[in-house]
């Protein structure tokens, strides 16, 4: 049981630049969330889907956009990257929106040049 | 949703003590969530207490809820060196149904 995956692990880019990441889960959960974290900052949720074919915006959505492709995936893309989009990102799932506990991914560590 | 503030922002000690961590927030919860998080990886649920409860406990990990003060402790006793991560707190509100979490307490555990 794979869980939450995240891909890729580990991505550079220059400003202006767009990049996908991907986001699959294998648990039939209905919920998914994508957040960052930076130092200090704690985690900040960016995009979440509540079932498949809706989406919402968090508290830092700007500059991001997000498709729920079906229950599994759940992508985030940066149309135009900024340094200030450096950051750990990280994916989470949980099988109901409103029950408790989430379920995340290893992360993806994002740098902008 | 609310966030919860986490405190001390660090500690450190030797294996086999008991560390606390303390978490409070500011409106009515439903439930109150603990999460670890080890270096470079993503967060791991730790244990959750509901409104009603007061302490909980799960092996080395002991959760108390004081909703009159609106805050919760997380105790992990004989404190191992694979214990040293960082923590979460994430309390929920009623009706609410995303997760926010604070800057966490980082923990570091000595051998």
């Known amino acids: 049981n794979a869980g939450v995956t995240q891909t890729p692990k580990f991505q550079v880019l220059k400003t202006g630049q767009s990049m996908t990441l991907q986001c699959a889960q294998d648990?039939?959960?209905?919920?998914m969330y994508w957040y960052r974290q930076d130092p200090g900052m704690g985690l900040r949720l960016i995009y979440y889907?509540?079932?498949?074919?809706?989406?919402d915006k968090g508290e830092v959505p700007n500059g991001y956009n997000v498709s729920r492709l079906n229950k599994r995936e759940f992508s985030l893309r940066l149309e135009s990257a900024a340094p200030s989009q450096t950051s750990v990102y990280f994916c989470?799932?949980?099988?109901?929106?409103?029950?408790?506990?989430?379920?995340f991914g290893s992360g993806t560590q994002l740098s902008v040049l | 949703s609310q966030q919860g503030e986490e405190d001390p922002q660090a500690l450190s000690i030797q294996e086999g003590e008991n560390a606390t961590m303390n978490c409070s927030y500011k409106?009515?919860?439903?439930?109150l969530q603990w999460y670890r998080q080890n270096s470079g990886r993503g967060l791991v649920h730790l244990i959750l207490?509901?409104?009603?409860?007061r302490e909980k406990h799960s092996g080395r990990l002991r959760v108390t809820l004081d909703t009159s003060k609106k805050s919760s402790s997380l105790l992990i006793t004989a404190s191992r060196a694979a214990d040293t991560a960082s923590y979460f707190c994430?309390?929920?509100?009623?009706?609410?149904?995303?997760?926010?979490f604070g800057k966490g307490t980082m923990l570091l555990v000595s051998p």
């Open positions: 989470a799932s949980r099988p109901d929106h409103g029950k408790e506990k989430l379920f």
């Open positions: 648990m039939n959960h209905n919920s």
């Open positions: 889907s509540a079932s498949e074919g809706t989406t």
């Open positions: 409106t009515s919860i439903n439930n």
């Open positions: 207490i509901r409104s009603n409860e």
């Open positions: 994430a309390p929920m509100n009623s009706g609410y149904s995303t997760l926010t």
